[in-house]
T-cell receptor, first 114, second 114 residues
Framework: SQTIHQWPATLVQPVGSPLSLECTVEGTSNPNLYWYRQAAGRGLQLLFYSVGIGQISSEVPQNLSASRPQDRQFILSSKKLLLSDSGFYLC?????????????FGPGTRLTVT | AQSVTQLGSHVSVSEGALVLLRCNYSSSVPPYLFWYVQYPNQGLQLLLKYTTGATLVKGINGFEAEFKKSETSFHLTKPSAHMSDAAEYFCAVSSVLANSKLTFGKGITLSVRP
């Protein structure tokens, strides 16, 4: 069966510090991968998605970047965090079922920028 | 472009009462519709989805939703609420043109009173 991991689970970082969040998927190959940010009362905002190694699409211009160095590894980064980067970050992968894809989510990382 | 509207941010019901969570969508092409549930500090879990065919879709935990094209709606219902249903619920839309991406609504928090 497939499993998705995210770490760390929680993180408190000062403004201006760098960020690296990691997501790995087990039990599947060549998955589509996604990074979302969830802010209170604002639902889920798709930040990046990837259909393969080194292939990253950015959905929203911002202070963040993503990389996919290996097939099942997806990394979210920032060189200098802003207060507005605080939120709950979710990684997801998808599998095609019938005419559409189903997305499966990791447990998330709670980021607080102070 | 696609969008989802979930009116209101919070619904409260008594245990054993009907649960009704509303979702309206906008899509220029036939939509694929999803409901996800999120328990506190966890990732999202797929409840059910509609792609084609039967418009009444049954999901996990006794939930079901009905696709009504004329009303552009995909409301989620459960005949009898249980305390364990307390969570945040997200409606999402995709389509054949969306390249596996989902557009989420802002979510609705369901509280269940004993």
């Amino acid at each position: 069966s497939q499993t998705i991991h995210q770490w760390p689970a929680t993180l408190v970082q000062p403004v201006g510090s760098p960020l690296s969040l990691e997501c790995t998927v087990e039990g599947t190959s060549n998955p589509n991968l996604y990074w979302y940010r969830q802010a209170a009362g604002r639902g889920l905002q798709l930040l990046f998605y990837s259909v393969g190694i080194g292939q990253i699409s950015s959905e929203v211009p911002q202070n963040l970047s993503a990389s996919r160095p290996q097939d099942r590894q997806f990394i979210l980064s920032s060189k200098k965090l802003l207060l507005s980067d605080s939120g709950f970050y979710l990684c997801a992968w998808s599998v095609r079922k019938g005419p559409t894809y189903e997305q499966y989510f990791g447990p998330g990382t709670r980021l607080t920028v102070t | 472009a696609q969008s989802v509207t979930q009116l209101g941010s919070h619904v409260s019901v008594s245990e054993g009462a009907l649960v009704l969570l509303r979702c309206n969508y906008s899509s220029s092409v036939p939509p694929y519709l999803f409901w996800y549930v999120q328990y506190p500090n966890q990732g999202l879990q797929l409840l059910l989805k509609y792609t084609t065919g039967a418009t009444l879709v049954k999901g996990i935990n006794g939930f079901e939703a009905e696709f009504k094209k004329s009303e552009t709606s995909f409301h989620l219902t459960k005949p009898s609420a249980h305390m364990s249903d307390a969570a945040e619920y997200f409606c999402a839309v995709s389509s054949v043109l969306a390249n596996s991406k989902l557009t989420f609504g802002k979510g609705i928090t369901l509280s269940v009173r004993p």
